[in-house]
T-cell receptor
């Protein structure tokens, strides 16, 4: 079964600094990868997704992620963060055999300090 | 406006009581999902349905039940058999295959 590991449970950064949130998944022949964001007491919103094609995926709010098949990683990056980026971020994966099921990581809480 | 609605926003359960959480979508999606969210554990899949009148157990289905009588609706019942029901419950919907899942605002269930 698929599993997802988000290596950092909390990431504090200063405003306008770059950030990287790390995500690794268990190996599979073909996977689909997603990053979602959750603001306090709300549902999840899609930031970006990788289904196929270019390994560098751009999403909303200036975020991007790179799919690395050899390292089974899908790290999320933003070159300059804003206070409004404070939220919890979830990496999720589905595979070819069960494409409709998402497996989520434990989440990374991103805190932006002024 | 298209989207997913969940009600109520907060729900209180007494010992031994069954409670039902509502989830409705008007996105014309075939698939619907229920997740449970606990602090530090991410989201865990309870049940999902790919088509009306059909549903499958997820990873933590014990103590829960669902129905899918209409495409738009996928209610979740938390039964008295669920001994630790306090959590944030999220409903989602999506198309078939590796499609984006769209999430509702969630219901927070608390035990009295």
């Amino acid at each position: 079964a698929q599993s997802v590991t988000q290596l950092d449970s909390q990431v504090p950064v200063f405003e306008e600094a770059p950030v990287e949130l790390r995500c690794n998944y268990s190996s599979s022949v073909s996977v689909y990868l997603f990053w979602y964001v959750q603001y306090p007491n709300q549902g999840l919103q899609l930031l970006l997704k990788y289904l196929s094609g270019s390994t560098l995926v751009k999403g909303i709010n200036g975020f991007e992620a790179e799919f690395n098949k050899s390292q089974t990683s899908f790290h999320l990056r933003k070159p300059s963060v804003h206070i409004s980026d404070t939220a919890e971020y979830f990496c999720a994966v589905s595979d070819l055999n069960e494409a409709q099921k998402l497996v989520f990581g434990q989440g990374t809480r991103l805190t932006i300090n002024p | 406006d298209g989207g997913i609605t969940q009600s109520p926003k907060y729900l209180f359960r007494k010992e031994g009581q069954n409670v039902t959480l509502s989830c409705e979508q008007n996105l014309n999606h075939d698939a619907m999902y229920w997740y449970r969210q606990d602090p530090g554990q991410g989201l865990r899949l309870i049940y999902y349905s790919q088509i009306v009148n059909d549903f499958q157990k997820g990873d933590i289905a014990e103590g829960y039940s669902v129905s899918r009588e209409k495409k738009e609706s996928f209610p979740l019942t938390v039964t008295s058999a669920q001994k630790n029901p306090t959590a944030f419950y999220l409903c989602a919907s999506g198309g078939r295959g590796p499609q984006t899942q769209y999430f509702g605002p969630g219901t927070r269930l608390l035990v009295l």
